[in-house]
């Protein structure tokens, strides 16, 4: 049952009472009248939601925050703010992305059912490619996952882009006034004509002597300087020679909204230091590597990219931070809904024992639920391995139950459940191992009778990558809050799961009669495929409850022949009126040339005007006459949420070893408010905290 469509019946189920004479009766016991009460104000209110897509933005020069890279978009008219010309545009985003990338074994997440993501094993259908996910929590990649993650961008930047493969690494080239040009962010190295253009492969064949045309201060391969550059060298020489490059497009993309949705009760945490928890053996995070990810050759955190011969600032330390959501919802008012994603329409809230409960007796449920853009991690018990090994304190559930309490937890927005054990009393239950890897969880708990929750308290911990901390600047920093009144609702189908679940996402009557599903798995890549040469379709639902639904995000992978057939025609279409009409999302732009044997679709559709709750994403699978397949695919609703209630923002830092702090209060309804944090001279960021009471 969906917690949002109960409360009309709640409304009705109320009013029944009161026409019926109930209300004498109801008026002889005070806290039955309460209970009453509060479930009446919670059908016809509009729940505060908390604080929906709340960021922060500083006036740091290169690390400002959230607030400033929140979309693609936003980097970019960061990134090249001044600029003018494809090739000006072309080199600040270069420049815009050494300092916010670095070299690393590539992050891996749950992609393929029944296989476990570990960075030392590489898999590609387990690394993350969409560029949301690696510019919140992760930030570094192998050569090939970095050129991926920067294609989006490159596009929004209005050029076409390619990966392309190079002796022992992979490159990008970017297509603008009328050639190609390489630009390798993981190496460092662009390299120019003799017009005084970045250099493209084809040029670069022409005439091998282009390498050493460098444009200092422009980095070019500077890391084991000259070693990197000699190395790089050698492998244009060999290209130069001769043989294939492999071309491929559509490798990377980008649907995650990257929306932080922060409860009443609930305070968001982002720790600066890794080890704030007690030192390498308490470091929490999401990576195969002794003491989390860590890289020291980089250009991150060491201000604008400069390299002259043996001269470069390109020896920094970059590592991760860990943000912290700790969540009590108030079981005794309707604020505890701002953490529902669903519930029975007999679940009240009370002053008495117990607080959260069942108001006739009868069996309830109560959901609540977690989804943020950080990767929720862990505490290795080896200190080195969180994924394929044990990890702890990703996710604590703490609480007081009143007589039996079922537990289920879900990890696919509900699509399937584990049951846990059952609560009692007083309890602490460590589920890191259900939910690391993973950007939410749903904690369903169940009661009936004189039994419910008197208390709850969840500790989620993530990744964040360093780069996206909102960090302060020396003497005072002004910082901009906004609270932008979204929410998101996931819809990340479990291709692992079987036909009959996969409905609860599914419009399964849509489906065409050609399309055919299969679980995924490491022994079978496709989730649905045609069974014949002509196009098929199938159809999946995007439903925000009650909520007004303003954006849609989808993305789609495909697989594709190579070369790949003229005729291809792999598309996305939404629909607002139950599938009366479609219009177009996103369609795959797969060139003659194109050898990668898979790609990515996304895009984004603006639902405003609809004034509705659902709408139907429609995939279209067409390879001009051969068998289609999809591979994955993910769906994510934007929801106008409530007037934010007042918040409280501290940031902490250090100057001279000692700890500082500021607080700001932000008022009520605020959606932007500016303050000054009354720096001096930084040694280094501690946190930044964003509390609702």
Same mark, same amino acid.
């Given at each position: #049952? !969906?917690?949002?469509?109960?409360?009309?019946?709640?409304?009705?189920?109320?009013?029944?009472?009161?026409?019926?004479?109930?209300?004498?009766?109801?008026?002889?016991?005070?806290?039955?009248?309460?209970?009453?009460? +509060?479930?009446?104000? *919670?059908?016809?209110?509009?729940?505060? $939601?908390?604080? =929906?897509?709340?960021?922060?933005?500083?006036?740091?020069?290169?690390?400002?925050?959230?607030?400033?890279?929140? *979309?693609?978009?936003?980097?970019?008219?960061?990134?090249?703010?001044?600029?003018?010309?494809?090739?000006?545009?072309?080199?600040?985003?270069?420049?815009? #992305?050494?300092?916010?990338?670095?070299?690393?074994?590539?992050?891996?997440?749950?992609?393929?059912?029944?296989?476990?993501?570990?960075?030392?094993?590489?898999?590609?259908?387990?690394?993350?490619?969409?560029?949301?996910?690696?510019?919140?929590?992760?930030?570094?990649?192998?050569?090939?996952?970095?050129?991926?993650?920067?294609?989006?961008?490159?596009?929004?930047?209005?050029?076409?882009?390619?990966?392309?493969?190079?002796?022992?690494?992979?490159?990008?080239?970017?297509?603008?006034?009328?050639?190609?040009?390489?630009?390798?962010?993981?190496?460092?190295?662009?390299?120019?004509?003799? $017009?005084?253009?970045?250099?493209?492969?084809?040029?670069?064949?022409?005439?091998?002597?282009?390498?050493?045309?460098?444009?200092?201060?422009?980095?070019?391969?500077?890391?084991?300087?000259?070693?990197?550059?000699?190395?790089?060298?050698?492998?244009?020489?060999?290209?130069?020679?001769? /043989?294939?490059?492999?071309?491929?497009?559509?490798?990377?993309?980008?649907?995650?909204?990257?929306?932080?949705?922060?409860?009443?009760?609930?305070?968001?945490?982002?720790?600066?230091?890794?080890?704030?928890?007690? /030192?390498? $053996?308490?470091?929490?995070?999401?990576?195969?590597?002794?003491?989390?990810?860590?890289?020291?050759?980089?250009?991150?955190?060491?201000?604008?990219?400069?390299?002259?011969?043996?001269?470069?600032?390109?020896? /920094?330390?970059?590592?991760?931070?860990?943000? &912290?959501?700790?969540?009590?919802?108030?079981?005794?008012?309707?604020?505890?809904? !701002?953490?529902?994603?669903?519930?029975?329409?007999?679940?009240?809230?009370?002053?008495?024992?117990?607080?959260?409960?069942?108001?006739?007796?009868?069996?309830?449920?109560?959901?609540?639920?977690?989804?943020?853009?950080?990767?929720?991690?862990?505490?290795?018990?080896?200190?080195?391995?969180?994924?394929?090994?044990?990890?702890?304190?990703?996710?604590?559930?703490?609480?007081? @139950?009143? =007589?039996?309490?079922?537990?289920?937890?879900?990890?696919?927005?509900?699509?399937?459940?584990?049951?846990?054990?059952?609560?009692?009393?007083?309890?602490?239950?460590?589920?890191?191992?259900?939910?690391?890897?993973?950007?939410?969880?749903?904690?369903?708990?169940?009661?009936?009778?004189?039994?419910?929750?008197?208390?709850?308290?969840?500790?989620?911990?993530?990744?964040?990558?360093?780069?996206?901390?909102?960090?302060?600047?020396?003497?005072?920093?002004?910082?901009?809050?906004?609270?932008?009144?979204?929410?998101?609702?996931?819809?990340?189908?479990?291709?692992?799961?079987?036909? @009959?679940?996969?409905?609860?996402?599914?419009?399964?009557?849509?489906?065409?009669?050609?399309?055919?599903?299969?679980?995924?798995?490491?022994?079978?890549?496709?989730?649905?495929?045609?069974?014949?040469?002509?196009?098929?379709?199938?159809?999946?639902?995007?439903?925000?409850?009650?909520?007004?639904?303003?954006?849609?995000?989808?993305?789609?992978?495909?697989?594709?022949?190579?070369?790949? *057939?003229?005729?291809?025609?792999?598309?996305?279409?939404?629909?607002?009126?139950?599938?009366?009409?479609?219009?177009?999302?996103?369609?795959?732009?797969?060139? +003659?040339?194109? &050898?990668?044997?898979?790609?990515? #679709?996304?895009?984004?559709? !603006?639902?405003?005007?609809?004034?509705?709750?659902?709408?139907?994403?429609?995939?279209?699978? %067409?390879?001009?006459?051969?068998?289609?397949?999809?591979?994955? +695919?993910?769906?994510?609703?934007?929801?106008?949420?409530?007037?934010?209630?007042? +918040?409280?923002?501290? %940031? /902490?830092?250090?100057?001279?070893?000692?700890?500082?702090?500021?607080?700001?209060?932000?008022?009520?309804?605020?959606?932007?408010?500016?303050?000054?944090?009354?720096?001096?001279?930084?040694?280094? $960021?501690?946190?930044?905290?964003?509390?609702?009471?």
């Amino acid at each position: #049952m !969906d917690y949002h469509s109960s409360l009309p019946r709640s409304e009705r189920t109320t009013s029944r009472l009161l026409m019926n004479g109930k209300l004498e009766m109801i008026a002889q016991n005070f806290s039955r009248l309460i209970v009453l009460l +509060a479930a009446l104000c *919670s059908a016809v209110t509009t729940f505060a $939601d908390g604080a =929906g897509d709340v960021t922060l933005r500083t006036d740091h020069p290169h690390y400002p925050g959230e607030g400033v890279f929140q *979309s693609v978009d936003d980097c970019i008219r960061f990134a090249t703010d001044g600029k003018a010309g494809d090739q000006e545009k072309a080199i600040a985003l270069y420049l815009w #992305m050494l300092t916010h990338q670095w070299h690393l074994a590539s992050p891996q997440e749950w992609n393929v059912p029944g296989e476990t993501p570990d960075t030392n094993i590489w898999r590609d259908d387990m690394v993350v490619y969409d560029a949301n996910r690696a510019r919140f929590s992760y930030g570094y990649g192998l050569c090939g996952t970095v050129h991926s993650w920067n294609e989006p961008y490159w596009k929004a930047l209005g050029m076409q882009v390619r990966r392309r493969e190079f002796p022992g690494h992979v490159n990008s080239e970017v297509r603008y006034g009328g050639r190609w040009h390489a630009f390798d962010t993981d190496m460092a190295g662009i390299v120019f004509g003799k $017009d005084g253009a970045v250099a493209g492969y084809e040029d670069i064949i022409a005439d091998p002597s282009l390498v050493e045309q460098t444009h200092a201060p422009l980095p070019c391969y500077p890391f084991a300087w000259p070693s990197d550059f000699k190395s790089m060298k050698k492998g244009w020489e060999k290209i130069a020679r001769g /043989g294939n490059w492999h071309k491929m497009y559509n490798s990377g993309y980008v649907a995650h909204p990257p929306i932080v949705h922060v409860r009443r009760g609930e305070t968001f945490t982002r720790w600066f230091d890794p080890g704030h928890y007690g /030192g390498k $053996d308490k470091r929490r995070f999401w990576h195969h590597q002794d003491n989390g990810p860590f890289r020291n050759w980089t250009f991150a955190n060491q201000g604008t990219p400069e390299h002259r011969g043996a001269e470069a600032n390109c020896r /920094g330390n970059a590592r991760y931070c860990n943000g &912290e959501f700790v969540y009590q919802p108030d079981l005794t008012s309707v604020a505890y809904r !701002d953490g529902v994603v669903d519930q029975s329409a007999n679940v009240v809230p009370s002053m008495d024992q117990p607080k959260l409960r069942s108001q006739d007796g009868k069996p309830a449920i109560v959901t609540f639920e977690h989804f943020s853009p950080y990767v929720i991690c862990g505490d290795p018990v080896d200190d080195a391995n969180p994924m394929s090994g044990t990890a702890t304190d990703g996710l604590i559930v703490e609480g007081t @139950a009143v =007589g039996n309490v079922s537990v289920e937890i879900s990890v696919d927005q509900g699509q399937t459940w584990h049951r846990l054990n059952s609560v009692t009393g007083n309890f602490s239950h460590d589920l890191t191992e259900h939910v690391k890897g993973r950007y939410g969880w749903q904690l369903r708990f169940g009661f009936q009778d004189k039994a419910g929750l008197d208390a709850l308290k969840f500790t989620t911990t993530t990744q964040v990558c360093q780069a996206i901390y909102p960090r302060l600047t020396d003497g005072g920093c002004r910082v901009a809050y906004r609270c932008a009144m979204r929410g998101v609702t996931p819809v990340l189908p479990n291709f692992g799961s079987d036909e @009959a679940t996969l409905r609860t996402v599914e419009q399964r009557d849509m489906r065409s009669d050609n399309v055919v599903y299969q679980p995924r798995s490491s022994q079978s890549r496709l989730a649905y495929r045609t069974t014949n040469n002509r196009p098929g379709h199938v159809v999946f639902r995007v439903n925000a409850g009650e909520r007004e639904l303003l954006e849609v995000y989808a993305a789609v992978r495909y697989g594709v022949r190579v070369p790949p *057939s003229g005729n291809c025609d792999y598309r996305i279409e939404i629909s607002t009126d139950d599938g009366e009409s479609w219009r177009p999302l996103a369609r795959a732009d797969i060139p +003659a040339d194109n &050898e990668f044997s898979s790609g990515w #679709m996304y895009g984004k559709a !603006d639902v405003a005007e609809s004034d509705t709750n659902e709408v139907l994403v429609r995939i279209q699978l %067409y390879q001009g006459g051969y068998q289609a397949g999809m591979i994955d +695919a993910q769906f994510y609703g934007v929801y106008r949420s409530a007037p934010p209630p007042s +918040a409280i923002v501290t %940031y /902490g830092w250090k100057e001279a070893g000692e700890l500082k702090r500021h607080t700001e209060r932000i008022p009520t309804a605020a959606r932007e408010h500016v303050f000054e944090v009354p720096t001096g001279k930084i040694d280094v $960021d501690e946190f930044v905290r964003i509390q609702v009471p």
